[in-house]
């Protein structure tokens, strides 16, 4: 079955990095690209970017241009997500999703890992 | 930016319906998805490309779209329908980017 396992929570200091990664099973790792959300506590959803496994383009969210970069690991089929210069409003759980299209045209977000709780505070 | 614009809250009785709209400028043009999320949990898709269901997802949801609004139906809805809903969908005007709306939390008693 389809899985998607993310690493453990995190706690790290104003300014440091974190990544967040995002382990497959269950399917052919290329055939499909991995979306990015997350969530704040107690907030709505809010998209992150988006990495295609096939070809590695990637589409990142205005506001997290100069701070995130997305990767896969295809040899483990795994994703990351690395978030640097972390600030206090970066604390959220932070998912990754199965996304069915190669070029970034679907809002099919049929398979989700678990979340991964990272915390920023001095 | 881009916005799709929820309700923050709806309320129903168990057994009404429950209609949960979202509205942007792009959705005469874009498909909207919709999401479910209960307490503590990852989201689930009940609903794709404005109107279809995938397999397992209860039939008493559904998906409409007319104009620049969008609309989740819960038809007699139950207590475990009780969830926040997010829309979901693309800018249209040149920006690559993807959006949730604000997110609704339909409550049923």
């Known amino acids: 079955q389809v899985q998607l396992v993310q690493s453990g929570g995190e706690v790290k200091k104003p300014g440091a990095s974190v990544k967040v990664s995002c382990k497959a099973s269950?399917?052919?790792?290329?055939?499909?690209?991995i979306t990015w959300v997350r969530q704040a506590p107690g907030q709505g959803l809010e998209w992150m970017g988006w990495?295609?496994?096939?070809?590695?383009?990637?589409n990142y969210a205005q506001k997290l241009q100069d701070r995130v970069t997305m990767t896969t690991d295809i040899s483990t089929s795994t994703a990351y997500m690395e978030l640097r210069s972390l600030r206090s409003d970066d604390t959220a759980v932070y998912y990754c999703?199965?996304?069915?299209?190669?070029?970034?045209?679907?809002?099919?977000?049929?398979?989700w890992g678990q979340g991964t709780l990272v915390t920023v505070s001095s | 930016s881009y916005e799709l614009t929820q309700p923050p809250s709806v309320s129903v009785s168990p057994g009404q319906t429950a209609r949960i709209t979202c509205s942007g400028d792009?959705?005469?043009?874009?498909?909207v998805y919709w999401y479910q999320q209960k307490s503590g949990q990852a989201p689930v898709l009940v609903i794709f490309?404005?109107?279809n269901r995938p397999s397992g997802i209860i039939e008493r949801l559904s998906g409409s779209t007319s104009g620049t609004m969008a609309t989740l139906t819960i038809s007699g809805a139950q207590v475990e329908d009780e969830a926040d809903y997010y829309c979901?969908?693309?800018?249209?005007?040149?920006?690559?980017?993807?959006?949730f709306g604000g997110g609704t939390k339909l409550t049923v008693l």
């Open positions: 792009a959705l005469p043009k874009k498909y």
């Open positions: 999703a199965r996304n069915p299209s190669t070029d970034d045209s679907s809002g099919y977000l049929g398979y």
């Open positions: 269950g399917y052919t790792f290329t055939s499909y690209s």
């Open positions: 990495i295609s496994v096939y070809n590695g383009n990637t």
């Open positions: 490309e404005d109107s």
């Open positions: 979901y969908s693309r800018d249209s005007s040149g920006n690559p980017y993807w959006v």
